[in-house]
């Protein structure tokens, strides 16, 4: 049988070798792969090291215990408990002090620019019907009905405003050929098909975008590990690609999605996805169906 | 998961954690940082975290926060300035050939430094590792094949300084 090994993966297989999990067939297959590319095998797989993990003892356990309770109080605290700052807002507070985030703030949507409304955005598919279906006409009383995300203050109504307003859709956009891609994918797929490697450039605007996107990261990893069905698995791993796919551009549509993740439906966040994606191509005709879909699911 | 396991997940993981996040980020107060970010983000999570995902959920958001502190950290280097001898600074718990091991671990890329810690302090899966990393199998080996074989070419270089040595 004729494998897959390639000059990107071979060290891959050099380990499974080295840990006695290769079969003699692949083994030769690497010994070939190897002699082809002009290596020493014996070279290759000599012994290798091992860390020995050091006993560290980390001093601040009893001040982690306790913690106030989340809802409310986000982390603050008034009494003499500790109060648990995020890494975001140190890392807010130390670029603030540094005077390199007077443009952006935690929540972009209120200091970004301003850009045209979705509705006026060009279609990414000529061929595609352009209607102009803003998005801003999804039926409010479903997204009234979706629960805000627990970790901000993000409420309704600035959902729908990010989604009208928000400059980073046009971004959004450009990784939509790819975000189209996600209904045919399986867990396998996800991980190793997609571009799901972030290879961002770091500048402090994308710092400050990113202390927001990671929140929302952060409810996919949730979902990750709280989820008990392979469906659930796979919706988290849909949210995080499309984390990925966006560079983190995640919230406006993605918040939707998003949202159904909180709710562990997944009926209603691929609901949400159809229809996000419909808008994006103004797709007159797929919005109609995928916004009755997801207003059947919501009111089921 | 409630309170109490949570203060249980604190008592279990919270060594471990930050001897992660300090032996991967060579500095005391970021890997606290780290620590105390990710069990906010537990917290926050409480009710929906299973407690038996708990360890992984951790790490996973312990990952993600160093690497944002090592982009950090590169933008304000200039006014933070990370001493490169955080270790000898504070305690040094490698000896010997572990603490030279250690030492070369700093220089690798993050990708195959995570990696590697995960697997070796932590006995991670090549799977878990991906999961909490965000790569594929594959690549989590090929990560860790190529820390292991920089981790051998360093040894193998000082056994050759001392041979040449009289």
Redesign the interface.
């Given at each position: 049988m004729k494998t897959n090994i390639t000059i990107?993966?071979y060290?891959?297989y050099?380990?499974?070798y080295m840990e006695g999990n290769l079969s003699p067939e692949m083994t030769a297959e690497l010994k070939a792969f190897v002699a082809a590319q002009g290596l020493d095998w014996d070279e290759l797989t000599?012994?290798?090291?091992?860390?020995?993990?050091?006993?560290?003892?980390?001093e601040?356990?009893e001040k982690?215990?306790?913690?106030e309770p989340?809802e409310g109080s986000k982390?603050r605290s008034s009494d003499n408990k500790r109060t648990?700052?995020?890494?975001?807002v140190?890392?807010a507070s130390?670029?603030a002090a540094?005077g390199?985030l007077l443009t952006v703030t935690l929540w972009p949507e209120k200091s970004m620019p301003k850009v045209e409304p979705i509705a006026n955005l060009k279609p990414i598919e000529i061929s595609r019907i352009d209607t102009h279906e803003p998005i801003a006409l999804l039926p409010r009383r479903a997204i009234e009905s979706i629960d805000p995300m627990?970790?901000t203050s993000l409420r309704w109504e600035d959902l729908l405003s990010e989604v009208q307003n928000n400059g980073r859709i046009a971004a959004e956009r450009e990784a939509m050929p790819l975000l189209a891609e996600l209904p045919t994918k399986n867990i396998t797929s996800l991980?190793?098909d997609l571009p799901?490697t972030n290879t961002d450039e770091?500048d402090?605007g994308f710092?400050a975008w990113?202390?927001n996107a990671?929140l929302a990261?952060?409810e996919y990893?949730?979902s990750?590990?709280?989820a008990e069905t392979e469906d659930e698995r796979e919706l988290s791993l849909i949210g995080?690609a499309i984390f990925?796919l966006t560079d983190g551009r995640h919230d406006s549509f993605a918040s939707l999605i998003s949202s159904g993740l909180t709710t562990a439906k997944k009926e209603i966040s691929l609901a949400a996805t159809d229809m996000a994606l419909a808008a994006y191509h103004r797709a007159d005709e797929h919005f109609e169906e995928a916004k009755e879909h997801w207003e059947e699911k919501l009111g089921e | 998961m409630d309170?109490s396991q949570?203060?249980q997940c604190?008592?279990q993981y919270?060594?471990r954690?930050?001897?992660f996040a300090?032996?991967s980020l060579r500095n005391r107060e970021q890997a606290?940082?780290?620590?105390?970010?990710s069990?906010?983000?537990v917290?926050?999570?409480?009710k929906?975290?299973?407690f038996a995902?708990?360890k992984?959920?951790l790490f996973?958001?312990a990952h993600?926060?160093m690497i944002?502190?090592v982009?950090?950290k590169?933008?304000?280097a200039s006014?933070?300035d990370c001493p490169p001898n955080e270790l000898k600074q504070t305690h040094n718990?490698?000896p010997d050939v572990?603490e030279m091991?250690?030492k070369t671990?700093a220089t690798l890329p993050e990708a195959q430094r995570n990696t590697?810690?995960l697997r070796?302090?932590e006995g991670y899966s090549y799977q878990e590792i991906?999961?909490i990393t965000?790569?594929?199998?594959?690549?989590v080996?090929?990560n860790?094949?190529?820390a292991?074989?920089a981790?051998?070419n360093r040894?193998k270089s000082i056994d050759n300084l001392i041979d040449i040595e009289p």
């Open positions: 990107d993966n060290e891959a050099l380990l499974d000599e012994e290798l090291p091992h860390l020995e993990a050091p006993q560290i003892v980390y601040g356990k982690l215990k306790n913690p989340v982390g648990i700052v995020p890494l975001y140190k890392i130390a670029a540094a390199l627990p970790h991980q190793t799901l770091p402090f710092l990113r202390m990671n990261y952060t990893e949730a990750t590990f709280s995080k990925k | 309170r949570y203060n604190v008592e919270a060594d954690l930050f001897r300090f032996s606290e940082d780290v620590v105390q970010e069990f906010a983000r917290w926050e999570k409480v929906t975290v299973d995902k708990a992984s959920y996973t958001t993600h926060a944002d502190e982009r950090h590169q933008h304000f006014i933070e718990p490698y572990n091991l250690h671990l590697l810690l070796d302090y991906g999961d965000g790569m594929s199998e594959a690549q080996k090929v860790i094949f190529r292991r074989t981790l051998k040894l």
